[in-house]
């Protein structure tokens, strides 16, 4: 449930009332926002006396929240949400560039590319050290030396740093090397590695499950949330359809419904959900225009040696070119890279 205070309704007031529901056994959350307040419940309803509670000074209306995912939803916080990641900021009025290879292959690799990605655009460098991959007899990653690749190259260009991690264990490394932690499509309803997460207090990039319905998505972002991280932000990237031109089908709907539901920011990656190079640029246009408040692109110093999804990285030249091409979009949209 949702508790909307009346325009400028007193410190005093509000504080009654958490107090009050607090002692009901209600976990609050608040949101105060330039003229109205908004107090979110958590707990068991039968607890509390509703008609009490409707006539508590500077109240105007109690507003029942049907969905499962409460901390996530928009009723509980109408104000869209601003992650800090390291020296940048993911949403609302930011397009947020993410960029790099789809996993660490070297020192040398990842400062070349941070190097060449900044200088396109990006705020934040992408690469994977923990890589879950459909075969066992894939490259699995480099672990921890790639993280520490990741931190060099950051410490040198000054973009922040995201990757994915898949266990305790990688939790507790990267926490030690990135700005931001990302779950990825697998492991999207991994409830133990989501709460992991949540305890670090990093921002976490929460990728969609392969076929998980956005409810099922948001219930993912509030294992993380309830844990007390409230820095979530989610990405689309593709879901698994009967179609097969493409790696996946992009869910671009999926941008203004979850604007409409949720105050998290949203992230679309182009490069997964496709696994085609030429078709990164358009989509990510689309993105943009349905209001994602950034982008998640796969870049390679050399796509056709890379150890890991190289048909859908980009050249830098490539990479230079479509943020270019999206800047328009972004201005559009009235959002600033």
Known sequence: MVIVMKPGASDASIKHVIDYVTENGFQT?????????????????????????KIFEGVDKLVQVTESYKLANKKFHPKPSKIKVGNTYIGPDNLTIMAGPCAVENEDQMMIVAEAVKK???TIIRGGAYKPRTSPYSFQGLGEEGLKYMKEASEA???????????????????????????????MQNFYLLKEVGRTGLPVLLKRG??????????????????????????????????????????????????ERTHLPVVVDPS????????????????????????????????????????QSLTFEQFENLTKEIRPYAELSKRTF
């Open 157 to 187: 260009t000054g973009l922040a740093t995201i990757s994915e991690v898949i266990s305790l264990e990688s939790v507790n490394a990267a926490a030690k090397y990135v700005d931001m932690l990302q779950i990825g499509a697998r492991n």
């Open 210 to 259: 392969l076929s998980s319905t956005i409810d099922e998505w948001l219930n993912a972002a509030e294992y993380i949330i309830s844990e007390g991280n409230p820095n979530v932000v989610l990405c689309e990237r593709g879901i698994r359809t009967f179609e097969t031109a493409t790696r996946n089908t992009l869910d671009i709907s999926a941008v203004p419904v979850l604007k």
């Open 120 to 122: 396109a655009g990006a």
């Open 29 to 53: 959350h608040l949101s105060k926002g330039t003229e109205t307040t908004i107090i979110g419940l958590i707990g068991d309803k039968s607890k509390l006396n509703y008609d009490n509670l």
């Open 272 to 311: 997964h959900a496709t696994g085609v190079r030429s078709y990164v640029t358009p989509l990510a246009k689309s993105a943009i225009a349905a209001g994602a408040d950034g982008l998640m692109i796969e870049v390679h110093n050399d796509p056709a040696k890379a150890l890991s999804d190289g048909a």
